[in-house]
């Protein structure tokens, strides 16, 4: 049976309970787009737009069952450009800061995460678009990765700037509040009550205030507890400027709640959407880097997910075997595209059904670490419609096919 090349623009993920949107393209673009659905619904954005490093990243991509096994990238692929001119960034980024605004409810809250080369420029700017009043914070997130200066003091900070809509901002600092690593040394006087438990004290004023060191304790501007994530850390994902886990909980945790929608405009890693999904909420996800969705695809199984994605102009040649079964069609892959050693090229497939331009996934398969050989058949359950197949490549681009006649 034959495989007829279909236009595929957007891919649907059963799951639950959080669902999202992830767009791929330019982000001035994508959000113009969501403001006619979503404006005044969004109660947090997070991002972390490029700095004006003048660099260019790259991504390591792993290509077939070796590379996942030993889990090294063989295969350099470039991630994103951040060489912009700094009027060229500041035009962007005023672009992207004013429709993030109009996003917001008037209950939101951003988190813009920069370092020192952007932070000056961006800090004036929130300024004047959300207004002076409702600057918040200027965390510090504080690392001790990274190389060490002779030439003057490392620098081991990043500043994420925290600006409220209005002063309906919904805030939650006991969401975030954490058991302290070890009591702080200082001058109060230590006690331990009929329970065992030590405490402190001092008296001021006329009135003694009392202090558990076993007491849960809010994190204040200075955030040096979340370690920035380590080469061989299980959470990398091979791209270049990911953010841990941990610093996105805090953020999402104390800023929005179940249900909750949030935004993350330079989507990267997926870190934020990740845990959005984690903490049940609802997320919206951009970035222009195909190679974004191999990883988006990954850390979303499980939720309910679409991808909108511009259609692929050149479709390669794809072959597989479908079986009818009782109540499952059995799909296997045989071939793709016309190069030797193609199995090397994908990074997993799916199958399902086409529905107009959108492709809806019964079952997918992505490579891992526990399972980095290709597995090349899968189940897909009988429905009204001719079967399809939805291969994605290593390079992030995603092709779809149909059977060319009814089984």
Same mark, same amino acid.
């Given at each position: 049976?034959?495989?007829?090349?279909?236009?595929?623009?957007?891919?649907?993920?059963?799951?639950?309970?959080?669902?999202g949107l992830?767009?791929?393209?330019?982000a $001035?673009k994508?959000?113009?787009?969501?403001?006619?659905e979503?404006a005044g @619904?969004? @109660?947090l954005?997070y991002?972390?737009?490029?700095?004006?490093?003048?660099?260019?990243y790259?991504?390591?991509?792993?290509?077939?069952?070796?590379d996942?096994k %030993?889990?090294?990238?063989?295969?350099e692929l470039?991630?994103?450009?951040d060489?912009m001119?700094?009027e +060229?960034?500041l035009?962007?980024?005023r672009?992207?800061?004013v429709? %993030?605004?109009?996003l917001?409810?008037?209950?939101?809250?951003?988190?813009? !995460?920069?370092?020192?080369?952007?932070?000056?420029?961006?800090?004036?700017m929130?300024?004047?678009?959300?207004? +002076?009043?409702?600057? =918040?914070?200027?965390?510090?997130?504080?690392?001790?990765?990274?190389?060490?200066s002779?030439?003057?003091?490392?620098?081991k900070?990043?500043?994420?700037?925290?600006?409220?809509?209005?002063?309906?901002?919904?805030?939650?600092?006991?969401?975030?509040r954490?058991?302290?690593?070890?009591?702080?040394s200082?001058?109060?006087?230590r006690?331990?009550?009929?329970?065992?438990?030590?405490?402190r004290s001092i008296?001021?004023n006329?009135?003694?205030?009392t202090?558990?060191?076993d007491?849960p304790?809010?994190?204040?501007?200075?955030?040096d507890?979340?370690s920035?994530?380590?080469?061989?850390?299980?959470? $990398?994902t091979g791209?270049?400027?990911q953010?841990p886990?941990?610093?996105?909980?805090?953020?999402?945790k104390?800023?929005?709640?179940?249900?909750?929608? &949030?935004l993350?405009?330079?989507a990267?890693? %997926?870190?934020?959407?990740?845990?959005?999904?984690?903490?049940? $909420? $609802?997320?919206?996800?951009?970035?222009?880097?195909p190679?974004?969705?191999?990883?988006?695809?990954?850390?979303l199984?499980?939720?309910?997910v679409?991808?909108?994605?511009?259609?692929c102009?050149?479709i390669?040649?794809? %072959?597989?075997?479908?079986?009818?079964?009782?109540?499952f069609? !059995?799909?296997?892959?045989?071939?793709?595209?016309?190069?030797p050693?193609?199995?090397?090229?994908?990074d997993?497939w799916?199958?399902?059904?086409?529905?107009?331009?959108?492709?809806? &996934?019964?079952?997918?398969?992505t490579?891992s670490?526990k399972e980095?050989?290709l @597995?090349?058949? =899968?189940?897909?359950?009988?429905?009204s419609?001719?079967p399809?197949?939805l291969?994605?490549?290593?390079?992030?681009y995603?092709?779809?096919?149909?059977?060319d006649?009814?089984l």
């Amino acid at each position: 049976m034959q495989l007829v090349p279909a236009r595929i623009a957007r891919e649907a993920q059963d799951g639950g309970p959080s669902e999202g949107l992830f767009l791929l393209g330019d982000a $001035r673009k994508r959000l113009k787009e969501l403001t006619a659905e979503y404006a005044g @619904q969004v @109660q947090l954005i997070y991002m972390d737009p490029p700095y004006m490093t003048g660099d260019r990243y790259v991504m390591r991509v792993r290509q077939g069952e070796e590379d996942w096994k %030993s889990g090294k990238g063989s295969l350099e692929l470039p991630a994103f450009d951040d060489t912009m001119h700094r009027e +060229e960034y500041l035009a962007m980024m005023r672009e992207i800061l004013v429709l %993030s605004k109009e996003l917001l409810r008037p209950e939101g809250m951003l988190f813009l !995460h920069v370092d020192f080369r952007a932070q000056p420029y961006l800090r004036l700017m929130l300024d004047e678009i959300f207004g +002076e009043e409702n600057f =918040l914070n200027e965390i510090i997130w504080a690392y001790q990765t990274g190389g060490r200066s002779r030439r003057y003091f490392s620098r081991k900070h990043d500043v994420i700037l925290f600006y409220r809509k209005s002063a309906a901002y919904k805030f939650d600092i006991d969401a975030v509040r954490e058991l302290p690593m070890q009591p702080k040394s200082n001058h109060m006087r230590r006690h331990v009550d009929p329970d065992g438990r030590v405490y402190r004290s001092i008296s001021a004023n006329g009135r003694t205030y009392t202090y558990y060191d076993d007491d849960p304790v809010a994190p204040g501007d200075v955030w040096d507890d979340v370690s920035h994530l380590q080469q061989k850390d299980p959470e $990398r994902t091979g791209y270049d400027t990911q953010k841990p886990l941990a610093l996105l909980n805090r953020i999402l945790k104390c800023a929005s709640q179940e249900g909750d929608l &949030v935004l993350d405009p330079f989507a990267g890693s %997926s870190t934020t959407l990740e845990s959005a999904k984690r903490l049940n $909420r $609802r997320f919206i996800g951009v970035d222009l880097c195909p190679l974004t969705l191999n990883i988006a695809r990954r850390r979303l199984e499980g939720a309910k997910v679409t991808y909108d994605v511009p259609p692929c102009l050149q479709i390669p040649a794809c %072959s597989a075997c479908i079986q009818p079964g009782v109540g499952f069609y !059995h799909v296997t892959l045989n071939s793709f595209g016309d190069e030797p050693g193609w199995e090397r090229q994908i990074d997993g497939w799916a199958v399902g059904y086409i529905e107009g331009d959108s492709f809806r &996934v019964l079952e997918r398969f992505t490579r891992s670490k526990k399972e980095p050989a290709l @597995q090349k058949t =899968l189940r897909l359950p009988v429905f009204s419609g001719n079967p399809a197949v939805l291969v994605y490549k290593i390079d992030g681009y995603c092709y779809g096919y149909f059977a060319d006649t009814p089984l």
